[in-house]
C-alpha cells in the first residue's frame, strides 16, 4: 500500500494484492494518514479478502496497527529516508560509509545487514556522541544530527525491514516497488492530458485503475 500525489492536496492511495497483481482498493486523499491506511486494510477484509502480509513506506506509529498481520518496510523508502539526511554530496567519512551500506539494503540479508550496521556504529561511536556547546545558550547539542538521525531511523526500523526474510513462505515483496511502476505510469498519462478538470482528471484515474 502506497499513495502517490499530483499537486499538493491530490493525492491517490492504493492498495494493490502482489500475489494476483489486482488493484484491491483506490482511495483520493488530500493527505495520506495512518487511519487512512488502517480504515482500507479494515474495508479490504469487509470485503472477505483475507490480508496475511503489508509492504508499507516507514511512517510513524504505522507499524503498530496490524494486529496478527505481518509488516515488511519497504527498503527502498528506508534508503530515501537516508538519502534525505546523508547527500550524494556529503563529505564525511562516516556519512558516506553509513549512506553506502543503506544502499546494500537490498541486496543482502538480515544477519549480514545487521553485523555491518553494528561495526559501522562500533567504528563511528565517538562520532555519534561528539558535541557541540552553543556559546550563547550553554546548551549542548549533538554536532553530527542528520548522521545521527539516519543512524537511528536504520535502528529504529530494522525489526520491519527483513520480515519478507523471517516468513518467506507468503512470499512478502521487499518494496513497494510494484505499485511505484503504476504510480509512474499513471503520472505519465496524465502528463500527456495537461489542463484537465479535476472531475476529467479523476475519470482519466478511475479507467486506468480498471483497465
Same mark, same amino acid.
Given at each position: 500500500?502506497?499513495?502517490? *500525489?499530483?499537486?499538493?492536496?491530490?493525492?491517490?492511495?492504493?492498495?494493490?494484492?502482489?500475489?494476483? %497483481?489486482? +488493484?484491491?482498493?483506490?482511495?483520493?486523499?488530500? *493527505?495520506?494518514?495512518?487511519?487512512?491506511?488502517?480504515?482500507?486494510?479494515?474495508?479490504?477484509?469487509?470485503? =472477505?479478502?483475507?490480508?496475511?502480509? +503489508?509492504?508499507?513506506?516507514?511512517?510513524?506509529? /504505522?507499524? =503498530? !496497527?496490524?494486529?496478527? +498481520?505481518?509488516?515488511?518496510?519497504?527498503?527502498?523508502?528506508?534508503?530515501?529516508?537516508? %538519502?534525505?539526511?546523508?547527500?550524494?554530496?556529503?563529505?564525511? #567519512?562516516?556519512? +558516506?560509509?553509513?549512506? !553506502?551500506?543503506?544502499?546494500?539494503?537490498?541486496?543482502?540479508?538480515?544477519?549480514?545487514?545487521?553485523?555491518?550496521?553494528?561495526?559501522?556504529?562500533?567504528?563511528?561511536?565517538?562520532?555519534?556522541?561528539?558535541?557541540?556547546? %552553543?556559546?550563547?545558550?550553554?546548551?549542548?547539542?549533538?554536532?553530527?544530527?542528520?548522521?545521527?538521525?539516519?543512524? !537511528?531511523?536504520?535502528?529504529?526500523?530494522? #525489526?520491519?525491514?527483513?520480515? *519478507?526474510?523471517? *516468513?518467506?513462505?507468503?512470499?512478502?515483496?521487499?518494496?513497494?516497488?510494484?505499485?511505484?511502476?503504476?504510480?509512474?505510469? /499513471?503520472?505519465?498519462?496524465?502528463? %500527456?492530458?495537461?489542463?484537465?478538470?479535476?472531475?476529467?482528471?479523476?475519470?482519466?484515474?478511475? =479507467?486506468?485503475?480498471?483497465?
Amino acid at each position: 500500500m502506497d499513495t502517490t *500525489y499530483f499537486g499538493r492536496k491530490f493525492g491517490v492511495m492504493v492498495f494493490k494484492d502482489s500475489l494476483s %497483481n489486482k +488493484i484491491l482498493l483506490k482511495r483520493y486523499v488530500k *493527505y495520506e494518514t495512518n487511519q487512512q491506511y488502517l480504515d482500507g486494510i479494515k474495508e479490504i477484509c469487509r470485503r =472477505g479478502i483475507s490480508v496475511q502480509s +503489508i509492504v508499507c513506506d516507514g511512517r510513524i506509529g /504505522l507499524f =503498530g !496497527l496490524f494486529d496478527g +498481520i505481518s509488516i515488511q518496510m519497504c527498503q527502498f523508502h528506508q534508503i530515501q529516508i537516508i %538519502n534525505r539526511y546523508l547527500t550524494r554530496k556529503h563529505k564525511m #567519512p562516516a556519512a +558516506i560509509e553509513l549512506r !553506502l551500506l543503506a544502499l546494500y539494503l537490498t541486496k543482502t540479508n538480515k544477519v549480514s545487514f545487521t553485523q555491518r550496521l553494528l561495526q559501522w556504529q562500533d567504528k563511528w561511536e565517538e562520532c555519534l556522541k561528539e558535541g557541540t556547546v %552553543n556559546p550563547q545558550t550553554g546548551k549542548s547539542n549533538y554536532t553530527h544530527k542528520r548522521l545521527r538521525s539516519a543512524w !537511528l531511523s536504520l535502528r529504529r526500523n530494522m #525489526p520491519w525491514l527483513f520480515i *519478507y526474510e523471517d *516468513y518467506a513462505e507468503l512470499m512478502i515483496h521487499n518494496t513497494t516497488n510494484a505499485l511505484g511502476g503504476i504510480f509512474s505510469d /499513471l503520472k505519465n498519462k496524465l502528463r %500527456n492530458h495537461n489542463g484537465l478538470s479535476m472531475k476529467r482528471k479523476k475519470r482519466l484515474i478511475d =479507467g486506468f485503475f480498471k483497465a
